[in-house]
């Protein structure tokens, strides 16, 4: 079931959100749904169980606030469809004009909706802004290597680099990091509201705000004056519809009340859907991981516990690699609709490799109660270790519960750990994860650019997404080298090194890499082409 390197790193996709500029609606969907009018007419409906944490770009990190950011916000650059090369989008040119200095020149006459200019300034302003408001749940780690940004007029814009030669960076203005907004709408020093910033209408992609109910309902209407790489969109506007149970999503996509259904349908939705004739399933390969993290701070033994050991804390982890069954999980919840993951890079990227399955459990993939026990022994830990598990039942997917019921089976039937497992709603979720609430907890992830980096850089090194006190610095130096490194074979070595130092200490635990899928009615063309694009070229389908 593995995938070719070449077929994975074209479509890598899904990794984003692709807009619904590519999602043409050329007739009624199947069942009487909501689209209207031919091509380049009519609107197009899609639903969701994902949410949104918040529209500032410097607060959220996730996809379900990146997915409408994608439809309203421009970019300096983004993923040309078909592609998952980061092109100019709003940006005229954009190049290394020497190792350590990437610039980008402003097509002319740019505005935002409210009738104010786009400028170099608000570009300055945005990137600016990330770093400096920092949000425990925004994307400042991406622009780690960043050290200045220059407007040297209205139209260029200087990106003064710490280290030579990054071979992502394009990319990153592509990413989570990258829409800019207006800086006389938006505050320097702090997070915006949804209902100021819609009030505002700070708005040069492809859609502005009609309407806004936050987690509700969301309309778009299509922006005359954008000028950006994804051209006009083939509809007249967009609605998304969010939903807390998907079986009420797939409800809607069976009675043609939406016309596609992206993140997040369960795999048995997806198996009965295959066998309706007014719908259409669609597949396609794509870069999510879903783990485990671990608090260095608060799981057992941790920095702050009252019987802290960091030996301990290692065993801890390295049994729990040890025992949990990722070939179960993948076949038994999800159908094969996931594959087991060995390394905190999915395999199929360039530079993927697979320590955990050498490392732990019995060498070919499967778990090893010997080993897990071997690991309390060597470092004097009593079993069962007490293990607060938290997990995520609506950001990804219902079956998240089927996922850890059976984690905390495996865990609790090898008699090493007793496990309170507990969830919670995304909202909450993703601001008390970062407040040292979860000890032992869920996350899923997908890249924001299509390079083996975003699976290392956003996680390992110093001020990480993470926020789980997690830092080495051999592993940090590994993933800086790999950064700037040039020669594509070097590049790949280090990139296996670093795979295997963060393999050894766990601050994450890797368990299962996964396609993507949408539902579409059976009249609604575009979902293939979709399904196609870069990892950045947004439906919705898909963050983290």
């Known amino acids: ?13 899904l990794a984003g959100v692709s807009a619904f500029a590519l999602t043409a609606c050329t007739g009624p969907s199947g069942g009487g749904g909501t689209s209207t009018g031919g091509a380049g007419g009519g609107t197009i409906t899609y639903g969701t169980t994902d949410k949104v944490v918040t529209l500032d ?236 993290v671990f608090n260095f701070d608060t799981m057992p033994f941790g920095a702050k516990a009252a019987d802290a050991d960091p030996a301990k804390a290692l065993a801890v982890r390295q049994a729990m690699a040890n025992v949990v069954d990722r070939d179960a999980i993948a076949t038994q919840v999800y159908k094969g609709t996931y594959l087991p993951a060995y390394s905190v890079v999915p395999d199929g990227f360039v530079g993927a490799i697979q320590p955990l399955k050498e490392m732990y459990g019995d060498g070919s993939g499967k778990p090893s109660l010997d080993k897990a026990k071997k690991a309390f022994a060597d470092a004097g830990v009593t079993a069962p270790v007490n293990i607060k598990l938290q997990y995520n039942p609506d950001h990804y997917g219902k079956s998240s519960g089927d996922e850890y019921a059976m984690i905390k089976e495996q865990l609790e039937k090898s008699g090493l750990f007793k496990v309170d497992l507990q969830s919670t709603e995304w909202v909450t979720y993703s601001k008390d994860r970062t407040a040292d609430a979860y000890p032992v907890y869920q996350l899923g992830w997908f890249p924001d650019y299509s390079d083996a980096d975003n699976y290392l850089t956003p996680f390992f090194v110093p001020g990480n997404f993470l926020k789980n006190h997690y830092e080495n610095a051999s592993v940090t130096e590994l993933i800086k080298t790999q950064l700037t490194t040039v020669d594509k074979a070097e590049r790949e070595k280090v990139l296996g090194e670093a795979q295997t130092a963060v393999a050894k200490d766990l601050s994450t635990l890797p368990l299962l890499q996964g396609a993507q899928l949408m539902v579409a009615g059976k009249d609604v063309k575009g979902v293939e082409k979709t399904l196609d694009a870069s990892f950045k070229t947004r439906l919705g389908v898909i963050s983290k």
């Open 1 to 13: 079931m593995a995938m070719n390197k070449k077929a994975l790193h074209s479509a890598i996709a």
């Open 57 to 292: 770009p410097a607060g959220s990190y996730d996809a379900g606030s990146f997915m409408v950011m994608n439809q309203i916000y421009p970019f300096l650059l983004n993923a040309k469809p078909g592609t998952a090369d980061a092109t100019p989008d709003i940006a005229e040119s954009a190049e290394f004009t020497s190792p350590t200095e990437y610039t980008v020149k402003l097509k002319s006459d740019l505005k935002f909706a409210n009738g104010h200019a786009l400028t170099s300034s608000d570009v300055k302003f945005s990137i600016d802004r990330v770093v400096s408001i920092a949000d425990p749940n925004g994307p400042a780690s991406l622009l780690g290597n960043l050290e200045s940004v220059t407007a040297k007029d209205d139209s260029t814009v200087v990106f003064k680099l710490k280290a030579g030669n990054d071979q992502v960076f394009p990319g990153v203005l592509a990413a989570n990091s990258g829409p800019i907004v207006d800086e006389e709408v938006f505050p320097a020093d702090k997070l915006m509201t949804d209902d100021e910033i819609v009030k505002g209408k700070p708005f040069a992609g492809p859609y502005t705000i009609d309407s806004y109910k936050k987690n509700e309902l969301v309309s778009l209407k299509v922006n005359p004056d954008y000028k950006g790489l994804l051209g006009k969109p083939a509809n007249d506007g967009a609605t998304i519809k969010y939903y807390a149970d998907s079986n009420n999503l797939k409800l809607d996509v069976q009675q043609g009340n939406i016309d596609v259904a992206g993140r997040s349908l369960t795999a048995t939705d997806a198996a009965d859907l295959e066998k309706d004739s007014k719908v259409k399933v669609h597949k396609g390969p794509g870069g999510e991981l879903r783990y485990i």
